[in-house]
């Protein structure tokens, strides 16, 4: 199983089965904030939540497992993700 935190939201418990899609969604989203495209961005961003929230199974918020992936939720600016990811590299 593949577990992902929506920031501010909760984690998702997906199938091992979603990982492909589940890293390609997200190498396009990195993409779009590479050249600082907002409208790529935003798409990359609702499409990469939703397709989270549709295929995985929202755990309880009492339990906290190790995520694989850490996503921003729909709130996240452009620059709120770059500082997040500075912070997590540094």
Known sequence: MIVVRVMDEGQFELSDTTRTDLE????RLLEALDA????AYSAEL???LEFVRTNGVELALDVIKPS???L???EFSMTGVRD???EQSA
Request: aromatic share 10%; hydrophobic share 50%; charged share 25%.
């Open 84 to 86: 997040f990811l500075a």
């Open 68 to 70: 694989e992936f850490v």
């Open 36 to 39: 600082d495209d907002q409208v």
């Open 24 to 27: 390609a969604r997200d190498a």
């Open 72 to 74: 921003p939720n729909s």
């Open 46 to 48: 609702a499409g990469l």
